[in-house]
């Protein structure tokens, strides 16, 4: 009998705190490795206006959501400002065999999540170049009002103590997307 070894990606994870340029990292970095993909996360968040159900996440309601985790459907999930975000194994596992690369946004507790169940994968945090900026970007999204605005940049102030767990931290500067995307990149290079 012969057997086939099962081909498994890498997944990688690039976190952020909220407005930290994490999405739109991985949607450069999308294009400039060939078969990779973004792991569709599930949240129960409202969509945003640029928000596309099944392609920024899997929108869905809080009961779904507690019935998933009942029937342990999410390797990692997250109570973030008042939603629930998972990585629905399912998703991730066909992911990860179908493709070399899969990037996912997840937090730092996903990133724990991830390490201890044993997934294979590369860690990256994008840190702010100043928390001025942070709450700008925060702010320019919209949808948010002050108090909230200020619990995220206080979330924002506690993953980035937490950023040392990572593999590799690069700093996102303002305006100089290129650079970090060119930074990341770099990095992603050499392990694969």
Known sequence: MIYMQIKRGLLVIISSPSGGGKDTVIDRLLKIFPNSTRLINTTTRVPRPKDTPGVT???ISNEQFKTGLSNKEYLEHNFYNGYYYGVNNQRLNTALAEHDLVFTNIDVNGRKSAADAGVKNL??????DDLKNLRTRIAGR???DETQINERLETAKR??????????QVKNIQGKLDETVA???????KII
Do not use: C, H, Q
């Not at 993953?159 to 590799?168: K, L, P």
């Open 123 to 128: 860690s990256i945090f994008l840190l702010p």
């Open 57 to 59: 996440y899997d929108f």
């Open 183 to 189: 930074k990341v990149t770099e990095i992603i290079k």
């Open 142 to 144: 919209g949808g948010l």
């Open 159 to 168: 993953e980035i103590a937490r950023a040392n767990e990572y593999d590799f």
